[in-house]
């Protein structure tokens, strides 16, 4: 098969979340498994000198968006074996960030009808084009609207994926003609509750939806995590997949990784212990082998399950435990950790921000791994923890249901809670602390961790089977 994969941001060249790991992962593990895969994202101004330089100019065409006549150059790389094609337009990407401009609306307009313009001047005819959130979810409703009848196109078939249902591309009804170039009578593709809404218009014209867990495929179903969509989704539930996102376990290995302080593995767990040592100098806290130290890497929002941590950090303070803080977000959160790490400095250390590299020996360092979402679609944390051999304790939704299991049950790999309370939260990190504080099984289970396989090989293979079943070779 011959999949076009198309994303708003991408590894390495450029990212702000999950996004970007899975559209550097996945075409690659699909590509290995003797499938066609490319992958199109724009050509952002903040992509680095050094990748910029390894672009290769490849053609150019207008694009025509309602009443304008834009632009666009196409440029490629190769990476890892695969093509990465780059679409260029410096009015709408030359600029600082990739997303949260005024005219975000338009810039991913114009973004996804270039791609399909892009099929009529590149040697790649895909017979999949796989489309991520929002800023891609108008290409299957421009080629059902305008392309269906070139022959190029007449068989492509469309994959949309939902990362996050939050967020959904969502803007005023005036903008479907003047911007969009959409007809009024085919306004309805893209209205939801008296708005335009580019993610309700790819559920719709998609031949399959996906997203990235199948608890979150089950959970995007109820009014209580659908913002708004869970109608539209019903409407289309025997055509929605949930997929267990995975990572590139090449670049996460605690036994090659170049930033942490000691290399190790399953094969020689105990070199893990340095690590921790070397974190608690890093961050400021006593040196105790004994006290169980948790680590969080983490946006500090409401939707992460901060106000449970909120709620019992004192209690939690009053165990033998340190606790290490690595993220940034809402003032209030950001906050209240500098606040309790004044009152508690041999307890809780925090460092404000996000340090790519800091975040790797936070996993390194840590014994246990604290994950309290409130709701979560896939979790790459929760997986990186593991390759570290940093215990999760995790609340049982979405992605962290799919892929931590309590080791009160059979094959454990963390220990969840089921509610949304503080105090259960609080009993699961208790449980932790007891089998930390007996090492023989805690050893085992730091080895287990170090185990587990969350490779995108399995996501891979089950992504190919959905782009079987949609273009009917199941």
């Known amino acids: 098969m011959k999949i076009l994969y198309a994303a708003s941001e991408a590894l390495p060249f450029i990212a702000s979340g999950g996004l970007a790991d ?5 075409p690659k593990a699909i590509r290995t498994r003797m499938h066609a895969c490319r992958v199109v994202m724009p050509l952002y101004g903040d992509i680095s000198p050094e990748m910029r330089s390894k672009l290769k100019y490849v053609t150019n065409f207008t694009v025509a968006l309602a009443w304008r006549r834009q632009y666009c150059g196409v440029f490629e790389c190769t990476v890892d074996g695969v093509i990465y094609y780059f679409l260029d337009n410096e009015y709408y990407f030359k600029r600082r960030g990739i997303y949260g401009f005024y005219d975000d609306g338009e810039r991913f307009a114009f973004f996804a009808k270039a791609i399909l313009e892009m099929v009529n001047y590149i040697d790649f005819e895909p017979e999949i084009i796989h489309c991520n959130d929002w800023q891609t979810a108008l290409v299957p409703v421009y080629l059902n609207l305008f392309y269906r009848n070139i022959p190029k196109f007449r068989r492509i078939k469309t994959v949309f994926t939902i990362h996050n249902i939050q967020y959904q591309g969502k803007y005023g009804m005036e903008i479907v003609s003047d911007l969009l170039g959409i007809p009024q009578y085919a306004s309805t593709v893209v209205e939801c509750d008296g708005c335009v809404n580019y993610m309700k218009g790819a559920i719709v014209q998609s031949d399959m939806v996906t997203t990235v867990s199948p608890t979150y495929a089950e959970e995007i179903l109820d009014p209580w995590y659908s913002h708004g969509l869970d109608p539209v989704l019903r409407n289309k539930s025997h055509r929605l997949r949930g997929i267990l996102n995975g990572i590139d376990t090449k670049n996460y290995d605690p036994a090659t990784d170049q930033v942490i302080f000691q290399n190790y593995s399953a094969q020689e767990p105990e070199l893990k212990k340095p ?5 608690q100098k890093e961050f400021g806290l006593p040196v105790n082998e004994n006290a169980m130290l948790i680590g969080i890497v983490s946006r500090l929002v409401a939707h992460k399950g901060l106000d449970l941590i909120k709620y019992i950090l004192e209690d939690l303070l009053r165990l033998d435990v340190q ?3 690595l993220g ?6 950001e906050n209240f950790f500098t606040e309790m790490q004044a009152r508690h400095p041999d307890k809780l250390a925090v460092e404000i921000g996000f340090i790519p590299s800091v975040s790797r020996q936070v996993y390194a360092g840590a014994d246990a791994f604290l994950m ?14 593991l390759r570290y051999g ?3 304790i995790v609340r049982e939704t979405g992605g962290l249901r799919d892929s931590i299991r309590d080791f009160g049950g059979e094959d454990g790999n963390g ?6 309370n503080a105090h259960d939260m609080l009993g699961a990190i208790e449980r932790c602390k007891a089998k930390f504080d007996y090492k023989p099984e805690w050893e085992q289970m730091v080895k287990h961790a170090l185990e587990c396989d969350f490779s ?19």
């Open 275 to 279: 690590n921790k040592e070397a974190l």
């Open 456 to 474: 995108w090989g399995r996501s891979a293979n089950e992504y190919i089977k959905v782009y079987k079943e949609v273009v009917g070779q199941e």
């Open 390 to 392: 940093a215990i999760p």
């Open 372 to 385: 309290p979402s409130k709701s979560e679609p896939c979790g790459l944390s929760q997986m990186i923890a």
């Open 323 to 325: 606790v290490a803080v």
């Open 328 to 333: 940034s977000g809402d003032y209030l959160y």
């Open 415 to 420: 220990f969840t809670f089921k509610s949304y």
């Open 22 to 26: 899975v559209a550097g992962s996945l």
